[in-house]
């Protein structure tokens, strides 16, 4: 079924911008926060062309397959780092609540079912000066697509593969946002980080980031990894794509 726009306002409970087609959710809720959206406002698209993950990587949602949407928020500046902690939770637990176990995040906030990526998380702060008009949550949710038989058929998994039924992404919206609203307001507590922190799936495993091998034995509060070397030479890692060594391989 089509996500309309009268689909999406029986869900939700928010100011809201839908499109049937859009080139990035993530670009339009950038402009609609400079212009004063209200905290919590969404942007949401049944479809998405010119969407974007981390380093700028390209990210197309045909029609009818995936959630691909944008929260608007507005915590205080100091607090803009955990805004993908809340992300990711929010994503971890409308998994959960959809059937699926054996759910992971891989530093810092892929969410993962049986070790494969289920969602793109990218929040993106917009700026005044030194202070933060708010950040910009964007949220790629795969539902129903179909990676059989591509490149990254050994690297993501959609929501319906795993549970194996149909689920309602009106449904699916609605609770995602329940969820991505809950950890908000946990937003600057200490349960915000030790949760995330709880989740994340490679702590205490041998891992490559950045080029560089060792084990990865914490997070900081602002979301950075923790990285021992062969050397026994602790580096603070603040971005890049993990991979478990010796293990299946999760950076996509």
Same mark, same amino acid.
């Given at each position: 079924?089509? +996500?309309? /726009?009268? *689909?999406?306002?029986?869900?939700?409970?928010?100011?809201?911008?839908?499109?049937?087609? *859009? &080139?990035?959710?993530?670009?339009?809720?950038?402009?609609? #926060?400079?212009?004063?959206?209200?905290?919590?406002?969404? =942007?949401?698209?049944?479809?998405?062309?010119?969407?974007? &993950?981390?380093? !700028?990587?390209?990210?197309?949602?045909?029609?009818? =397959?995936? #959630?691909?949407?944008?929260?608007?928020?507005?915590?205080?500046?100091?607090? =803009?780092?955990?805004?993908?902690?809340?992300?990711? #939770?929010?994503?971890?637990?409308?998994?959960?609540?959809?059937?699926?176990?054996?759910?992971? *995040? /891989?530093?810092?906030?892929?969410?993962?079912?049986?070790? /494969?990526? *289920?969602? !793109?998380?990218?929040?993106?702060?917009?700026?005044? &000066?030194?202070?933060?008009?708010?950040?910009? $949550?964007?949220?790629?949710?795969?539902?129903?697509? @179909?990676?059989?038989?591509?490149? +990254?058929?050994?690297?993501?998994?959609?929501?319906?593969?795993?549970?194996?039924?149909?689920?309602?992404?009106?449904? +699916? #919206?609605?609770?995602? $946002?329940?969820?991505?609203?809950?950890?908000?307001?946990?937003?600057?507590?200490?349960? $915000?980080?030790?949760?995330?922190?709880?989740? $994340?799936?490679?702590?205490? /495993?041998?891992?490559?980031?950045? @080029?560089?091998?060792?084990?990865?034995?914490? =997070?900081?509060?602002? !979301?950075?990894?923790?990285?021992?070397?062969?050397?026994?030479?602790?580096?603070?890692?603040?971005?890049?794509?993990?991979?478990?060594?010796?293990?299946? &391989?999760?950076?996509?």
């Amino acid at each position: 079924m089509t +996500l309309s /726009k009268a *689909i999406v306002m029986s869900r939700l409970d928010r100011p809201f911008k839908y499109y049937d087609s *859009i &080139g990035s959710t993530n670009d339009v809720a950038k402009a609609w #926060l400079e212009t004063g959206a209200p905290d919590r406002a969404a =942007v949401v698209a049944n479809a998405q062309t010119r969407g974007r &993950g981390r380093k !700028g990587r390209a990210w197309q949602m045909p029609p009818d =397959v995936a #959630l691909a949407l944008s929260v608007l928020l507005r915590p205080p500046t100091r607090l =803009v780092p955990e805004v993908a902690f809340l992300g990711a #939770l929010a994503v971890y637990d409308l998994a959960a609540e959809a059937g699926c176990s054996m759910i992971g *995040i /891989k530093w810092p906030n892929d969410v993962q079912v049986q070790g /494969k990526k *289920i969602a !793109g998380i990218l929040p993106e702060v917009v700026w005044k &000066g030194p202070e933060a008009q708010g950040v910009v $949550l964007g949220i790629g949710l795969n539902v129903r697509t @179909d990676f059989s038989g591509t490149e +990254l058929a050994n690297y993501a998994t959609s929501l319906e593969s795993i549970v194996n039924r149909r689920l309602d992404r009106a449904d +699916l #919206l609605g609770s995602l $946002l329940r969820h991505v609203d809950y950890w908000y307001s946990q937003i600057g507590e200490e349960t $915000l980080f030790t949760s995330w922190k709880s989740r $994340l799936n490679m702590l205490g /495993k041998r891992i490559e980031v950045q @080029d560089e091998v060792g084990t990865a034995t914490d =997070v900081l509060q602002d !979301g950075s990894l923790l990285l021992r070397d062969d050397f026994g030479v602790q580096q603070i890692v603040q971005a890049g794509d993990v991979f478990v060594v010796n293990g299946r &391989g999760a950076g996509a």
